[in-house]
């Protein structure tokens, strides 16, 4: 269906969008109103915004409509017909109390990227906290307070907060030039005034890595920083990380921290290692650690000292 349809058809696809919160006046008739309404569902779901109900597009306001209708024996409800838990926020709607997963991880953190300080730390388990703090957002926003996030309630979210940083946004920092100073060997070294100095027989992604992280290495921690745009007043622990990784290119967009769990390949890297949990992320690179936590005297992000990895998921570019 498209613009110009009219009769029993467009009436329940109108009547569907109500149902998962996008609010479109039924009228049997695929005006602009409803073109906007099956857009913004689009974009939630994850799928090609144009405004045409395809059949993909309507399959899934039928799965979303049809709400959560079943709990499993550990407590975790399913929704639809796809019960995944891998899949990124929007592609399982609406999200509910007893559910887990990655979709679950990221509307926790657009819920305190939205300034909401007692949202809950993303765990990926939404429990009572996680009702409350939709709640919350939906009185905020005008909406149905139900503590249940459908797509009316994730769209408003992704508005507030605004989308990830993408490829070429101002600020970008991927191709930036290499310093033109190198230390000989392997190892990178740190100056006294906390930048860091990439070793001549690094491989030019890891000399542009540390080129990236330089550029921040002094800037704020900033919950959520990093995220909705490359050039920022501050930011946070998988920000950071993210904006220099991308210096490299190795990344088109920044990540959470669990983000990074699949990314790349497991284990340790002869250049870069990345270690990642659910709370918090830090990497090494050409034997030094660049991190939000632990920062010296000179407050910058690269540091000398090691910590422990205990607790963190180890991986590395694939390559490096």
């Known amino acids: 269906m498209r613009t110009g349809a009219t009769g029993?058809?467009?009436?329940?696809?109108?009547q569907l969008l109500n149902r998962v919160g996008i609010a479109v006046p039924v009228t049997g008739n695929y005006q602009t109103e409803t073109a906007k309404a099956v857009r913004k569902f689009q974009f939630v779901a994850q799928l090609a915004v144009s405004g045409v109900a395809s059949?993909?597009?309507?399959k899934a306001l039928v799965v979303s409509a049809r709400g959560p209708r079943s709990v499993d024996s550990s407590g975790g409800a399913n929704v639809g017909s796809d019960p995944s838990v891998t899949k990124?926020?929007?592609?399982?709607?609406?999200?509910?109390?007893?559910?887990?997963?990655?979709?679950?991880r990221e509307l926790q953190t657009y819920l305190r990227r939205a300034g909401d300080k007692r949202a809950p730390v993303p765990t990926g388990e939404f429990g009572p906290m996680t009702v409350a703090a939709i709640k919350r957002f939906e009185a905020k926003q005008k909406r149905v307070r139900d503590g249940i996030a459908d797509a009316g309630d994730v769209y408003a979210l992704r508005i507030e907060v605004g989308q990830d940083a993408s490829p070429g946004g101002s600020g970008d920092p991927v191709g930036d030039d290499i310093p033109a100073s190198l230390v000989p060997g392997n190892r990178a070294r740190i100056t006294s005034g906390g930048i860091a100095i990439?070793?001549?027989?690094?491989?030019?992604?890891?000399?542009?890595i540390i080129a990236a992280g330089n550029k921040i290495a002094f800037k704020p921690y900033l919950w959520g920083g990093g995220h909705g745009k490359w050039e920022d007043s501050g930011y946070d622990c998988s920000g950071s990380v993210s904006y220099a990784l991308r210096g490299a290119g190795l990344l088109k967009s920044p990540e959470a921290s669990y983000g990074f769990f699949g990314y790349g390949s497991p284990g340790k890297g002869e250049w870069v290692t990345i270690y990642t949990n659910s709370g918090h992320m830090y990497m090494t690179v050409a034997g030094i650690?660049?991190?939000?936590s632990g920062r010296g005297s000179n407050g910058s992000r690269w540091q000398t000292q090691m910590r422990s990895s205990s607790g963190f998921k180890i991986r590395h570019p694939n390559g490096l």
Do not use: C, Y
């Not at 990124?88 to 679950?104: A, E, H, Q, Y």
């Not at 990439?198 to 542009?208: D, F, G, H, S, W």
């Not at 650690?289 to 939000?292: I, K």
């Open 8 to 14: 029993a058809d467009v009436t329940a696809l109108q």
């Open 55 to 58: 059949t993909g597009t309507i």
């Open 88 to 104: 990124k926020l929007g592609k399982r709607l609406p999200l509910v109390l007893g559910m887990s997963g990655r979709d679950v």
């Open 198 to 208: 990439a070793p001549e027989n690094a491989p030019i992604e890891v000399q542009r």
């Open 289 to 292: 650690r660049f991190d939000t």
